[in-house]
């Protein structure tokens, strides 16, 4: 057997192949982003509700007069009865004010 010399092809310097890879992109990849085929389209309109403080008086309920400070010593039961009657409607009137007053605490201002 004999020993056969075989020589190495010869390797292009690797300048030329960055020059090449730069020519490349120049000429085939920057013009593909430099066309204006497709306009950009415009953002939706975003609508942001922000709370604002807004000042105003809250009507005050007024104490009602419960009938229980008409009761005397002495009345008789139907009497009593007819005053302790009044007094839980006086009451629980006051209680619905009282929470329509919560839970609207500024009504609408007029002007």
């Given at each position: 057997m004999t020993a056969v010399a075989v020589e190495a092809a010869p390797q292009p310097p690797k300048l030329f192949l960055l020059a090449l890879l730069l020519l490349f992109a120049v000429c085939f990849l920057l013009p593909g982003c430099a066309s204006n085929?497709?306009?950009p389209q415009a953002a939706p309109a975003v609508e942001v509700k922000v709370p604002?403080?807004?000042?105003?008086?809250?009507e005050q309920v007024p104490v009602p007069s419960y009938p229980a400070?008409?009761?005397r010593k002495g009345m008789n039961i139907w009497d009593l009865t007819k005053i302790v009657t009044a007094d839980r409607q006086v009451r629980m009137a006051e209680n619905e004010r009282l929470r329509a007053a919560t839970n609207n605490?500024?009504?609408?201002?007029?002007?």
């Open positions: 085929r497709i306009p604002v403080p807004v000042a105003c008086e809250i400070a008409q009761a605490p500024c009504p609408a201002q007029k002007g």
